[in-house]
Nanobody, 120 residues
Framework: QVQLVESGGGLVQAGGSLRLSCEASRSGASFFAIYAAGWYRQAPGKQRELVASISRLGATNYADSAKGRFTISKNRAKNTVYLQMTSLNVEDTAVYYC???????????WGQGTQVTVSS
């Protein structure tokens, strides 16, 4: 069982930027060279929603709300997936979760979540 550990959340003013990181605790072959990964978020009182995903081959997919502002990437050598977020607004406030799995539509491993709070 692989562990996913997120970091990089915090409090930022509207218009600011944050970079989230998700490290997979697994030795040997690069985890993200084998599995797809992505970021979901859940705001208070709302359902969890996909923000961005990246396939094992590097194909990316974004929610409409993230297009043009967020960028998902991965570093295979570091076993880490990133979410660079720019032009943040208060609607981006949520707990962000990293997920991974055989495909971008079937994540089976999850991190504990990291809080992102955007102030106006």
């Amino acid at each position: 069982q692989v562990q996913l550990v997120e970091s990089g959340g915090g409090l930022v003013q509207a218009g600011g930027s944050l970079r989230l990181s998700c490290e997979a605790s697994r030795s040997g072959a690069s985890f993200f060279a084998i599995y797809a990964a992505g970021w979901y978020r859940q705001a208070p009182g709302k359902q969890r929603e996909l923000v961005a995903s990246i396939s094992r081959l590097g194909a990316t997919n974004y929610a409409d709300s993230a297009k043009g502002r967020f960028t998902i990437s991965k570093n295979r050598a570091k076993n880490t997936v990133y979410l660079q977020m720019t032009s943040l607004n208060v609607e981006d406030t949520a707990v962000y979760y990293c997920g991974a799995g055989a495909t971008s539509q079937a994540f089976t491993s999850w991190g504990q979540g990291t809080q992102v709070t955007v102030s106006s």
